[in-house]
């Protein structure tokens, strides 16, 4: 079953990627910036410059969106220094998605 494209009951890459788009345009809007092209591939730091409390301000908007099914300061703990400089957009993309799954599966 379909609701606008979206599958319901089920998790969509393509809306999370969505979601974490409009949040990024939100964060990226503060400095100017408006006419980046987010893709799976682009990474936080290099691409999109952003800085850890650009991160902790993602993390509360994932928290806004989603609740507590996706915990985004978790999972950058579960990180080193150098994945944290390299963390993609696909990369979160797979985590809310995966969290999502878990949530309604649990």
Known sequence: MS???QRIGTVDEEAVLADIRS???TLLDEYGIDDVEIRMDTTFNRDLELESIDLVTL???LEEKYGSRVN???FLA???FEEIIELTVGRLVEHVV???KAAEAG
Do not use: C, R, V
């Open 3 to 5: 609701l606008n494209g």
């Open 98 to 100: 995966a969290s999502l």
């Open 23 to 25: 949040m990024l345009a």
């Open 78 to 80: 579960g990180m080193d």
């Open 72 to 74: 985004f300061a978790e």
């Open 59 to 61: 993390a509360g908007l």
